[in-house]
């Protein structure tokens, strides 16, 4: 049997406790001890600014980590917004702002994810941008768990749990 991980290296799957919070100090995101983030790492599973700064952290290490945009879901680009006429969307559909949609183009058959920006009597504005592009990011992180990655796991890239 091969041994335990001991620190967070490619192939490992690790456990994670996070809070994400933005330069303003909002929290944005979290995952507790009693239910924690469990990710593959190596593989870009999570943003590529947290997963270098975890590398090589052992189980019950905690880190603060700033990512810069760049490295986290990317600069802000204004030219990612389009605004849609209402009338290509069904009659009954109830649009609210900050909602996301999932968009398939039928031509290429690949799928968007936008977020409603503003809605006007006739047309609706969708941004294509992550909501959380152009933010650098605060994270406060523990390491709860390592385990090694099974064989399907590698191969998938992913974990299987949860
Ligand atoms: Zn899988």
């Known amino acids: 049997m091969a041994q335990k991980p001991t620190k967070v290296a490619d192939d490992v799957v690790v456990s994670l406790a996070y809070v994400l919070r933005l330069d303003n100090n909002e929290i944005v995101d979290e995952a507790t001890r009693d239910e924690p ?6 593989y870009g599973n999570i943003i590529p600014g947290l997963e270098e700064a975890l590398e090589g952290l052992s189980a019950g290490d905690t880190k603060k980590v700033v990512v810069a945009p760049e490295d986290g879901y990317g ?3 204004e030219d990612d917004v389009d605004v849609m006429p209402r009338s290509e969307f069904p009659p009954d559909f ?3 702002e900050g909602m996301e949609l999932e968009l398939h183009d039928p031509d290429t058959d690949e799928y968007f994810e936008a977020y409603v920006a503003e809605i006007d009597e006739d047309e ?3 941004d ?3 909501p959380l592009a ?6 406060e992180v523990e390491i709860l768990a390592l385990r090694r990655a099974t064989a399907e796991e590698l191969d998938h890239g992913h974990v299987h749990e949860d």
Do not use: A, I, R
């Open 37 to 42: 983030l469990v990710y593959l790492h190596g």
């Open 94 to 96: 109830e649009f609210e």
């Open 134 to 139: 152009g933010e650098t990011l605060f994270f």
């Open 75 to 77: 600069e802000y680009d």
């Open 124 to 126: 609706v504005t969708l």
């Open 128 to 130: 294509f941008n992550h």
